[in-house]
């Protein structure tokens, strides 16, 4: 594949999106492209499969070359004969009820003869270890097997390249791990190249063989391997939303980078100085709120927990374990099956007193306008443009709160759960599929309440954020609590049984204290 | 089972024609017969979870026995009020009693023949059934497809933001603006899922075209002309049994 | 179906399987009413089971949106189980061919408020015709099967066509229809 001066207006948008790109995917490489999100990493997708210019509001100019033919000039469909493309949200690739209809629906495109697609579904469930699940009804996939399906439903058209558009961001760890290494699996035993967009760096770098940085200005602005990236533009990565690999990023904070950037664990051992123990330990003692001998139909067993006033508390565990519907019992939003949620609120104003940020914040908005959102909860207008300011938003007061990035929705979620001073604060995976500048910012705001006050309650999958703000840990497994204090004890226990993984930190020390 | 085997299309065409006749009629008797012979047949030459069956045939019932109450009560002056039915100690004009057992067994009649199709058939071979029988645009079908699919999600999401809002204290307003706040972000989520699905279906080659192959093929066999034939033979059967003892009469508009 | 894109159908599906569950969901709500009022209950409020033609034909904006969406959502909410059973897809079909009809004498052109509440005042009127011969109107009283026939229009202008357009509109606001017909002539007007 060739893409070559590449710029992209949208109608709507005054700058363009992508300006004059030019780059080469060459056979059985993997290139990563890395960009903030909103860079116009999608928009680019759509380029490369030729739905763009044929569905694009607006102007596009330079050319797609792949094998040879502009993918402009061919029919709808016709060239994902040979480009697959793997998507973010597992819940919208598919058409079809059961796994092997979907597999077989791509067959059917290609008017392969139905006689051997039996065999040919198979092989390729197979290959990605699904063939249990040949019958299954994909409503009942994990988000981990959808992905893997819809790797099958591509891997089985033959392509000569595979477009993955951030497939691990609404994976959990366990689930983004797994996916990788059966990517890297199929890099050793086929002849595809794969082309990966992404804004988190880390389950990707053992695969890559090349990346391609996109700037905030639709600029690529680097093309070469990896390190040489990482070392020459170590200092505008951030600013460009891009993570580096937490390896990279933990060495260049201990100023131990020396004459080539650490990428793995394996490089940065033996280099690495053991990190003072300086860690904020649970402050407050006292309850504020609890559950007693909670039950709530099958996904919790007799739970009891409670959360420390003025604590910054983090929930973990697997996906299925119960973290959602523990923090929306303690919040009251669901009434428990058995058991008491005890709080100091009264029944009826505890909406003023908890907060609580749900996954999708769209679903919380009730408005048309970004500044009403904030509004509707508090009269105070002074109050209001207070919040807007404090969470980065004043200019897009105006907007409608669906048009804003996935990061400002999630901060203005929570600026409208803290409108009135609300006591506590419940988030549900608030960093899930951003990138690095808006995680960073939102962890800003949320330490800022946590230290004017506000208890805090997080649900999480990323430990780095659970070994720096943390200050008490609950972690479930199977509908009950595994463990419930000190971050830093848990880090002792057996974290693996509950899917987790010690932060680098943590790793790192632990790594020193092996004689060598 | 035959039922679930026999080819969807000729089995909703059947059901399409069996609906039509007997909206046609009008007596007690014709569509109590043909009721209670689809309850039988149903349950003998298909395969399904016996007890959703009677979850779903109760509120048909239910219903079908409202309606029998409500139009005994608020039935018109009969023509021969004299003529009178004597029904668990209420003198019922004998006229209205028959108008109303009519009208609610018709509605049990469609009711089953309904319930015949949903818990024999399997949407998905439905939907192949109607493209590759009666001719339906391949883009059309799996774009319905793709829209079913999302009936589960939508379910989820409808908790989510009833939930959502109970957050943000909602409650105090009309309820008409109530739905509109709901109505919003549940389709909003929609009609952007559904545009990336179409996405990624012509990312797996699907241009729309009628030249496809199938994984499934779906063919009308000779056996599949028993399940027409048979229901015909049925409705004539109860027919003429219904003329014989003078019960039949065409539909000519009651309420 | 050729000039059609994908995802326009695919929206317009979506469209009909979530008004399916809302037409369920609004059938006790009529039977409450007939409970007050008699039979013209049901038609005061009849214009919500116009109101997904009236919207997917607004915003897509193709001959057939209107007749197609309504069928759609007649035919899910059977299966979902509604008591009238398989007659409904064939009410739904009428209904749908009514607002269709709506649109077609403006040849696809107008989508204006005028517009979307003439169309659903023809459903009103289709549907209307049908039901007079098959669920019985003949053998009510004349001024009153007028009185529900003015009522069932009525409800069809004002809940399918100005309330359609409304929900259509808070939705073009969010801007999920920017690549539809109506995202687009917003789009338009907005720069002009």
Redesign the interface.
Known sequence: MNVSNLTLNYEDREEPVLRDISFSVNEKETVLLLGASGSGKSTLTHCLTGLYPRELEGSMEGRVIFHDKPVADALPGAVSRSIGIVFQDPETQFCMLTVEDEVAFGLENLQVDPEVMEESIDAVLRDVGLQEKKKAKITYLSGGEKQKLALACILVMNPTMIILDEPTANLDPVATEAFVSLLEKLKRTTEVSFFVIEHDLDPWVSMTDRVLMLGRDGRIFYDGPLRGGLQQYAGDLKSEGISMPRVSELALQAGVVGSSIPLTMEELKGRFPIISGDRHKGEGKESLLGAEHVSWKSVLRDVDVSVEKGSFTAVVGPNGSGKTTLCRLLAGITAPSSGEIWHPFGKKERFSHVGYVFQNPEHQFLTDSVWEEVAYSSADHAQVKRMLEWCGLTNHADLHPFRLSQGQKRRLSVATMLVNDQDVLFLDEPTFGQDAASTEHLMKLLEDKHRSGTTIVMITHDMELVDVYATRVIAMKEGQIAYSGDPEELWEEDVEALHLKRPLRVQLESEAYVPQ | MYLNEMNPSVKALT??GL?LVL?LLFDPITPLLFTVSVIIITFLFGTFRKKHYLL?LL??TI??FGMLWTTIA?A?VPKNPGDTVNLIGWEVPREDLLVALSLSFR?LA??T??LL??FTTN??EFLLSLMQQLRL?P??A?????????????KT?FG??Q????????GQESRWKRY??F??????????????????????????SR???????LSIRKKDWLFPAGMSLLLGVILFLSIHFGYFSW????? | MKNWKLKEIVVMSVLSVVFAVVYLAFLPVGKVLVGFFGPIGYDFIFGIWFIVSIIAAYIIRKPGAAFLSETIAATVEVLLGNAVGPMLIISGMIQGLGAEAGFALTRYRRYDLWTLMFAGMMAGVFSFAWGYFQSGFAALAGGYVLLMFISRVLSGALIAGVGGKALSDALAKTGVLSSFALGKEKRKKHAA
């Open positions: 059901i399409l609906v909206a779903y509120p048909f219903f079908a608020f018109d509605v469609f009711a023949l309904s199709f949903m949407m998905v645009p883009k059309l799996y774009g319905i497809l793709a829209g079913y699919r999302f009936l589960p999600m939508l999401e989510q933001i939930a959502a809002h109970r957050v943000r204290g909602l509109r706040r109505a919003v972000p549940l389709l909003a989520g929609a009609i952007r899922k559904a545009e990336r699905t179409a996405v990624a279906m012509e990312s797996k080659g699907f241009t729309g030249e496809r192959t199938f994984y499934r093929n539909y000519q508009g009651q309420l």
